[in-house]
Protein backbone atom coordinates (compact mmCIF):
# COMPACT_ATOMS: atom_id res chain seq x y z
CA UNK A 1 0.00 0.00 0.00
CA UNK A 2 2.76 2.61 0.88
CA UNK A 3 4.86 2.11 -2.24
CA UNK A 4 1.69 2.13 -4.38
CA UNK A 5 0.56 5.38 -2.80
CA UNK A 6 4.26 6.46 -3.23
CA UNK A 7 4.20 5.69 -6.60
CA UNK A 8 0.70 7.99 -7.12
CA UNK A 9 1.97 10.75 -5.11
CA UNK A 10 5.06 11.27 -7.49
CA UNK A 11 3.21 10.48 -10.89
CA UNK A 12 -0.57 12.05 -10.12
CA UNK A 13 -1.43 15.79 -10.60
CA UNK A 14 -4.63 14.23 -8.66
CA UNK A 15 -3.80 13.42 -5.02
CA UNK A 16 -4.98 10.54 -3.32
CA UNK A 17 -5.42 10.46 0.27
CA UNK A 18 -6.54 7.57 2.21
CA UNK A 19 -7.47 7.67 5.62
CA UNK A 20 -8.26 3.84 7.24
CA UNK A 21 -10.53 3.66 10.02
CA UNK A 22 -12.20 0.42 11.93
CA UNK A 23 -14.69 -2.06 11.06
CA UNK A 24 -17.36 -0.27 13.46
CA UNK A 25 -15.63 3.59 13.38
CA UNK A 26 -16.99 6.11 11.03
CA UNK A 27 -16.55 9.94 11.02
CA UNK A 28 -17.86 12.10 14.11
CA UNK A 29 -20.94 14.57 12.73
CA UNK A 30 -19.21 17.84 11.86
CA UNK A 31 -15.55 16.65 11.31
CA UNK A 32 -13.82 19.04 8.74
CA UNK A 33 -12.24 16.59 6.24
CA UNK A 34 -11.05 19.75 4.83
CA UNK A 35 -8.22 20.29 7.30
CA UNK A 36 -6.88 16.72 6.80
CA UNK A 37 -3.36 16.18 5.31
CA UNK A 38 -2.37 19.53 6.42
CA UNK A 39 -5.01 21.64 4.65
CA UNK A 40 -3.73 20.03 1.02
CA UNK A 41 -7.27 18.86 -0.09
CA UNK A 42 -8.11 22.72 -0.78
CA UNK A 43 -4.90 23.76 -2.39
CA UNK A 44 -4.53 21.36 -5.13
CA UNK A 45 -6.16 18.78 -7.04
CA UNK A 46 -7.06 15.88 -4.70
CA UNK A 47 -9.22 12.71 -3.70
CA UNK A 48 -9.92 11.64 -0.04
CA UNK A 49 -10.84 7.80 1.10
CA UNK A 50 -12.39 7.25 4.24
CA UNK A 51 -12.38 3.66 4.07
CA UNK A 52 -13.84 1.40 6.62
CA UNK A 53 -11.70 -1.76 7.03
CA UNK A 54 -13.54 -4.84 5.92
CA UNK A 55 -16.45 -2.82 4.92
CA UNK A 56 -16.10 -1.56 1.58
CA UNK A 57 -19.94 -0.28 1.03
CA UNK A 58 -19.54 2.53 3.92
CA UNK A 59 -16.48 4.26 2.19
CA UNK A 60 -16.84 7.59 1.38
CA UNK A 61 -14.90 9.59 -1.47
CA UNK A 62 -14.10 13.21 -0.95
CA UNK A 63 -13.00 15.21 -4.68
CA UNK A 64 -11.67 18.94 -3.98
CA UNK A 65 -13.77 21.62 -5.91
CA UNK A 66 -11.70 21.86 -8.96
CA UNK A 67 -12.07 18.53 -9.94
CA UNK A 68 -16.38 18.45 -8.69
CA UNK A 69 -16.83 21.71 -11.09
CA UNK A 70 -15.92 19.84 -14.25
CA UNK A 71 -17.07 16.34 -14.06
CA UNK A 72 -21.09 14.88 -13.36
CA UNK A 73 -21.93 13.10 -10.30
CA UNK A 74 -22.37 10.12 -12.29
CA UNK A 75 -19.04 9.71 -12.65
CA UNK A 76 -18.02 9.95 -9.54
CA UNK A 77 -21.09 7.54 -8.31
CA UNK A 78 -19.98 5.53 -11.21
CA UNK A 79 -16.33 5.45 -10.00
CA UNK A 80 -16.85 4.27 -6.62
CA UNK A 81 -19.40 1.96 -7.56
CA UNK A 82 -16.90 0.05 -9.86
CA UNK A 83 -13.88 0.17 -6.52
CA UNK A 84 -16.45 -1.28 -4.68
CA UNK A 85 -17.12 -4.36 -6.85
CA UNK A 86 -13.60 -4.57 -7.68
CA UNK A 87 -13.24 -4.63 -3.59
CA UNK A 88 -15.71 -7.42 -2.96
CA UNK A 89 -14.08 -9.56 -5.26
CA UNK A 90 -12.55 -11.05 -2.36
CA UNK A 91 -13.14 -11.22 1.26
CA UNK A 92 -9.72 -10.94 3.01
CA UNK A 93 -10.21 -7.43 4.20
CA UNK A 94 -6.48 -6.14 3.43
CA UNK A 95 -7.06 -7.55 -0.15
CA UNK A 96 -10.09 -5.48 -0.26
CA UNK A 97 -8.13 -2.23 0.84
CA UNK A 98 -5.91 -3.44 -1.65
CA UNK A 99 -8.15 -3.92 -4.83
CA UNK A 100 -10.32 -0.77 -3.61
CA UNK A 101 -7.27 1.52 -3.70
CA UNK A 102 -5.58 0.16 -7.00
CA UNK A 103 -8.42 0.71 -8.64
CA UNK A 104 -9.29 4.01 -7.67
CA UNK A 105 -5.77 4.80 -8.19
CA UNK A 106 -6.11 4.16 -12.15
CA UNK A 107 -9.13 5.64 -12.20
CA UNK A 108 -7.89 8.68 -11.64
CA UNK A 109 -4.84 8.79 -13.90
CA UNK A 110 -8.00 8.48 -16.23
CA UNK A 111 -9.72 11.44 -15.09
CA UNK A 112 -6.48 13.37 -14.42
CA UNK A 113 -5.73 12.76 -18.53
CA UNK A 114 -9.17 13.64 -19.32
CA UNK A 115 -9.37 17.22 -17.61
CA UNK A 116 -5.79 18.06 -19.08
CA UNK A 117 -3.16 20.09 -16.71
CA UNK A 118 -4.96 23.04 -15.82
CA UNK A 119 -8.06 21.78 -13.31
CA UNK A 120 -6.38 23.15 -10.59
CA UNK A 121 -6.05 26.65 -11.47
CA UNK A 122 -9.60 27.18 -12.91
CA UNK A 123 -12.08 29.28 -10.39
CA UNK A 124 -14.77 27.37 -9.03
CA UNK A 125 -17.76 27.63 -6.74
CA UNK A 126 -19.54 25.56 -3.93
CA UNK A 127 -17.94 23.80 -1.01
CA UNK A 128 -14.48 23.34 -1.07
CA UNK A 129 -15.27 18.93 -0.64
CA UNK A 130 -17.83 16.99 -2.38
CA UNK A 131 -18.68 13.75 -0.93
CA UNK A 132 -19.41 10.69 -3.00
CA UNK A 133 -20.67 7.39 -1.98
CA UNK A 134 -21.59 3.99 -3.14
CA UNK A 135 -25.30 3.53 -4.11
CA UNK A 136 -25.15 0.02 -3.02
CA UNK A 137 -25.22 -1.09 1.30
CA UNK A 138 -24.33 -4.07 2.89
CA UNK A 139 -24.99 -6.75 1.14
CA UNK A 140 -27.97 -8.28 2.51
CA UNK A 141 -28.24 -11.63 4.79
CA UNK A 142 -30.32 -13.81 3.19
CA UNK A 143 -33.69 -14.39 4.75
CA UNK A 144 -33.96 -16.58 7.47
CA UNK A 145 -36.79 -20.18 5.64
CA UNK A 146 -39.19 -20.80 7.71
CA UNK A 147 -40.78 -23.66 8.94
CA UNK A 148 -43.88 -23.18 7.22
CA UNK A 149 -41.25 -22.75 4.06
CA UNK A 150 -39.64 -26.06 4.44
CA UNK A 151 -43.12 -28.08 5.06
CA UNK A 152 -44.54 -26.46 1.62
CA UNK A 153 -41.29 -27.66 -0.42
CA UNK A 154 -41.26 -30.64 1.01
CA UNK A 155 -45.05 -31.68 0.90
CA UNK A 156 -44.53 -30.76 -2.93
CA UNK A 157 -41.90 -33.15 -3.26
CA UNK A 158 -43.70 -35.97 -2.06
CA UNK A 159 -46.36 -35.30 -3.91
CA UNK A 160 -44.58 -35.14 -7.30
CA UNK A 161 -42.72 -38.50 -6.44
CA UNK A 162 -46.06 -40.31 -5.89
CA UNK A 163 -47.22 -38.92 -8.80
CA UNK A 164 -43.84 -40.28 -10.64
CA UNK A 165 -44.43 -43.83 -9.19
CA UNK A 166 -48.11 -43.96 -9.79
CA UNK A 167 -47.65 -42.89 -13.64
CA UNK A 168 -44.85 -45.95 -13.77
CA UNK A 169 -46.81 -48.36 -12.34
CA UNK A 170 -49.72 -47.86 -14.76
CA UNK A 171 -47.03 -47.80 -17.69
CA UNK A 172 -45.94 -51.47 -16.60
CA UNK A 173 -49.22 -52.48 -16.01
CA UNK A 174 -50.85 -51.26 -19.67
CA UNK A 175 -47.81 -53.33 -20.94
CA UNK A 176 -48.17 -56.24 -18.90
CA UNK A 177 -52.06 -56.23 -20.40
CA UNK A 178 -50.96 -56.20 -23.39
CA UNK A 179 -48.47 -58.99 -23.15
CA UNK A 180 -51.26 -61.37 -21.74
CA UNK A 181 -54.00 -60.20 -24.87
CA UNK A 182 -51.73 -61.13 -27.26
CA UNK A 183 -52.56 -64.12 -29.48
CA UNK A 184 -50.01 -66.15 -31.44
CA UNK A 185 -51.30 -67.09 -35.07
CA UNK A 186 -49.82 -70.47 -35.81
CA UNK A 187 -49.48 -72.15 -39.35
CA UNK A 188 -51.82 -74.71 -39.80
CA UNK A 189 -49.88 -76.33 -42.99
CA UNK A 190 -51.46 -80.44 -44.18
CA UNK A 191 -50.99 -83.36 -42.36
CA UNK A 192 -49.39 -85.85 -44.68
CA UNK A 193 -50.99 -89.21 -43.89
CA UNK A 194 -47.92 -91.47 -42.46
CA UNK A 195 -49.67 -94.81 -43.62
CA UNK A 196 -51.26 -95.95 -46.88
CA UNK A 197 -53.10 -98.28 -48.03
CA UNK A 198 -56.93 -98.55 -48.68
CA UNK A 199 -57.38 -99.23 -44.96
CA UNK A 200 -55.18 -95.69 -43.42
CA UNK A 201 -58.32 -93.56 -42.90
CA UNK A 202 -55.36 -91.00 -43.68
CA UNK A 203 -54.63 -90.24 -40.19
CA UNK A 204 -51.61 -90.92 -38.14
CA UNK A 205 -50.21 -86.97 -38.88
CA UNK A 206 -47.99 -84.98 -36.59
CA UNK A 207 -46.70 -81.47 -36.32
CA UNK A 208 -43.95 -79.89 -34.56
CA UNK A 209 -43.39 -76.33 -33.68
CA UNK A 210 -40.02 -74.79 -32.83
Not at 25 to 35: I, N, R, S
Not at 50 to 78: A, D, K, M
Not at 91 to 104: A, G, K, M, V
Request: positive net charge.
Amino acid sequence: MMRLLGFHAQDARIKLHVVITGRDQKLPEGAEVDKFASGSLLNSDACLVIYPLGEPWRTRLFVSRSIHNQISSEFLTETIQACLQEALQTSDEHDQLRRYTIHLSTRLFWLQKALGTEAADKPGTGPALAEFSPQSKEPAAPAPVSIATVMLWLSAGLLLLGLGIFTKRQILHRLHLKRQRRVWMLAEPETVPRLGGAFTGGGGGMIRYS
